[in-house]
């Protein structure tokens, strides 16, 4: 998170500034904010054990780290269009998630788990910026 988000911010400043429209403002933030919104409860209720360095505690699935820089670096993506940096995010959320398992923090099943929630938040979040900037671009009015 104290890299994810300072980075979404930041695009998220651009973006809004370049395209002088507040959606994909909102859209962000809901999605960021539907991350701990689902996986905390998604924790909770399956109350996974970790793994040996973390064991006996439970709630490690989803992994919430996983799904935070999934999210964060997928939105910055999408804010930007940019295909190329498509490919560095999947590169850096394999990363991410390489570097949760192999710590210990996470199964691998946890971090696969966050990023199949992360898909459909960032599918949630691609379709209300699409429909923001088909809106603009037909002459009718935005947000």
């Known amino acids: 998170m104290a890299v994810a988000l ?17 959606l994909p403002v909102i859209s962000t933030v809901v999605a960021m904010a539907l991350v701990p919104t689902l996986v905390a409860p998604l924790q909770s209720l399956i109350a996974r054990p970790g793994p040996p ?10 992994s919430g780290h996983a799904a935070t820089a999934a999210v964060a670096y997928g939105l910055c993506v999408l804010l ?3 295909r190329r940096l498509a490919y560095g995010c999947v590169l850096l959320n394999a990363a991410v998630g390489l ?5 210990g923090y996470h199964w691998p099943a946890d971090v696969l788990g966050s ?3 992360s898909v459909v938040l960032l599918c949630a979040a ?4 699409s429909r923001s900037s088909r809106r603009s671009s037909s002459g009718t009015p935005s947000c």
């Open 126 to 129: 691609a379709y209300a910026v």
């Open 53 to 62: 360095p973390m064991a006996p505690d439970t709630g490690f699935y989803p």
């Open 6 to 22: 300072p980075v979404l911010a930041g695009t998220l400043a651009y973006v809004t500034w370049r395209t002088r429209t507040w």
């Open 99 to 103: 570097g949760l398992v192999r710590q």
């Open 115 to 117: 990023w199949c929630l």
């Open 80 to 82: 930007l269009r940019s």
